[in-house]
């Protein structure tokens, strides 16, 4: 696999001062610069790609790429400004501090009382969904959620036979299931059985059957996308991680995180994690991955470059870990629910 090189942006400078009249004109922003560098880019190498997908994933790089550059140069280059309030998670990681672990071994098959497994519902919902996410629930569940560090302005309360209109997820007991897969098709964790069972959904734009064909094609787009980063030079990855990306378990966002961070430097998977409860891997995707590169000062500019990013590839926290053999190790983490399409540009969600 053939990823960009920060060396044509230099190219496409360099060659640009060579022509510069006596007085040059006003020096072009690093957008337009890397804009041209871009163009180029993707003139030179997509028509020579076999693949439509192949074509489509590096140019997805190329662009978070761009992005990336472009706002660690404005923070490198503009003066200092207050920087506005960030999460508890990533004010945490950034600290240094190991993030809050969350009940993602408490699965359909949890033991304990109704309230217990309330409990690790909102728990996993406060330390996974999306802060940005409106979240429908009965007085209950909005009250367990309140409880674990849910804002009270995110939270909506669920009529007797539908959902609040414009709630991104719905958090429902066993007596609301029926309903809610109806409103909300995206199962994003379950927890518990019976009459205690408790379920996390998001809601899909189309209903639930365009929902499913999204489903299918990001689940294929995942497994092309995985096979690719395989075949990369600038990435190593165990027995496990590389099953885990032929099989298409690990969410898009990761993928495209990994390819960017793979043009600039080698890195090895430690690991990917962040599974969902009582969700199979194929529909609710690994969202977090721990990866190691060359050096301490490798990780840190990685980590820089993460924090960079924009939605959909922001992510929820990213922090550097000590690893088992005393390594520095980079852990990036994304929020639930994951947009559908990014690889094949039908993004959703």
Not at 70 to 92: F, G, Y
């Amino acid at each position: 696999m053939q990823l960009a090189s920060t060396s044509r942006t230099t190219e496409v400078v360099r060659s640009a001062d060579r022509k510069a009249p006596v007085t040059p004109p006003r020096e072009p922003s690093w957008g337009r610069v890397l804009a041209t560098t871009i163009s180029l880019w993707t003139a030179r190498r997509i028509p020579r790609l076999r693949r439509p997908g192949l074509a489509l994933f590096l140019a997805l790089v190329m662009l978070v790429t761009v992005a990336a550059v472009v706002a660690v140069v404005q923070l490198t280059t503009t003066p200092a400004r207050t920087a506005p309030s960030a999460s508890p998670h990533r004010a945490a990681a950034r600290a240094g501090a190991p993030p809050a672990a969350g009940p993602e071994a408490a699965g359909p098959g949890v033991t304990g009382t109704a309230a217990d497994i309330r409990a690790q519902a909102a728990a996993w919902v406060a330390a996974q969904v999306g802060s940005d996410q409106s979240i429908a629930c009965d007085p209950v569940l909005c009250t367990a959620l309140g409880a674990h560090g849910v804002a009270s302005g995110r939270l909506m309360p669920l009529g007797p036979t539908a959902g609040p209109p414009g709630a991104n997820v719905i958090v429902t007991s066993a007596a609301e299931h029926a309903q809610a897969s109806q409103e909300a098709p995206t199962l994003l964790a379950s927890f518990g059985t019976g009459t205690s069972q408790v379920e996390v959904r998001a809601a899909a734009p189309g209903g639930a059957a365009a929902y499913a064909e999204a489903l299918a094609a990001d689940l294929a787009s995942r497994r092309s996308g995985g096979a690719q980063l395989l075949h990369s030079k600038s990435i190593q990855a165990g027995a496990e991680a590389a099953a885990q990306l032929q099989a298409g378990q690990v969410d898009s966002r990761i993928l495209i995180m990994l390819a960017m961070l793979a043009s600039q430097h080698s890195w090895r998977v430690v690991a990917f994690g962040g599974s969902s409860p009582g969700v199979a891997l194929a529909d609710a995707p690994l969202r977090q991955v721990i990866i190691t590169g060359n050096d301490a000062k490798t990780v840190a500019g990685a980590l820089a470059l993460v924090h960079a990013q924009q939605a959909p590839y922001a992510p929820a926290q990213a922090t550097i870990v000590r690893l088992a053999d005393g390594q520095p190790g980079l852990r990036i983490d994304f929020a639930a629910p994951g947009p559908l399409g990014l690889l094949t540009g039908n993004a959703s969600g």
